[in-house]
């Protein structure tokens, strides 16, 4: 017997943003693309891509926190844009805390290697 869930699943707004399931045809196409062709967009936050980029649709504040590693795990989708800084500097404190994901993101590109 499934122990019961004494105070409700989490909201989806709540839950981390995880990569969307690719069909074998886009993950073949990204493992065919040369290395020095880098596909990508300006954001990895637009909420609309949900199912596409996303395994589900997520809130803007879900995406700021999941997005970049769920955008990262997209087959073909190797660079992206910091649009933030499209109106000023960011803070220091938002810079270095992309740099920390970023770190992340290669530790785990490392790993599946």
Not at 11 to 20: E, L, M
């Amino acid at each position: 017997m499934a122990q019961l869930d004494l105070f409700g699943s989490t909201p989806a707004s709540r839950r981390s943003v995880g990569p969307a399931p690719q069909p074998d045809a886009i993950v073949d196409l990204g493992r065919r693309l040369p290395p020095d062709v880098r596909l990508g967009t300006s954001s990895w936050s637009f909420p609309g891509w949900g199912d596409l980029v996303w395994d589900r649709e997520a809130t803007p504040g879900a995406l700021a926190r999941g997005g970049l590693a769920a955008y990262a795990a997209h087959p073909l989708l190797r660079t992206v844009g910091l649009d933030r800084t499209y109106y000023g500097p960011m803070p220091r404190e938002a810079m270095a805390a992309l740099i920390a994901q970023e770190r992340a993101l290669m530790a785990l590109e490392e790993r599946r290697s």
